[in-house]
């Protein structure tokens, strides 16, 4: 079974940074394209940025030249470093992948972003 553990989160003031950590197991990580997907009350979940297998990335241009994607194979884990956080990041964090067809996500981890 796939599991898919977020770490990282809490409260910053504005300005400041945060990295969130995904922590998988059951899967051959190495193969897997990974995302980071973040939601507010009261919207969709939207995806924040994502990374295949051989290292391409990619983001939402709100986050773009803030945030930072990364994978490490050996560890089997994925991550987001954000910088420059702004009220308009907060929101609960989930990491995903596509597994046999099916979407696996974590169960999330909030980051707030409040003087």
């Known amino acids: 079974q796939v599991h898919l553990v977020e770490r990282g989160g809490g409260l910053v003031q504005p300005g400041g940074s945060l990295t969130l950590s995904c922590a998988t197991s059951?899967?051959?990580?190495?193969?897997?394209?990974m995302n980071w997907y973040r939601q507010t009350p009261g919207k969709q979940r939207e995806l924040v940025a994502g990374i295949t297998s051989d290292h391409n990335t990619e983001y939402i241009d709100s986050v773009k030249d803030r945030f930072t994607i990364s994978r490490d194979n050996v560890r089997a884990t994925v991550y987001l470093r954000m910088n420059s956080l702004r009220p308009d990041d907060t929101a609960v964090y989930y990491c995903?992948?596509?597994?046999?067809?099916?979407?696996?996500w974590g169960r999330g981890t909030q980051v707030t972003v409040s003087a």
């Open positions: 995903n992948t596509r597994y046999k067809g099916n979407q696996v």
């Open positions: 059951g899967i051959n990580f190495r193969l897997y394209p």
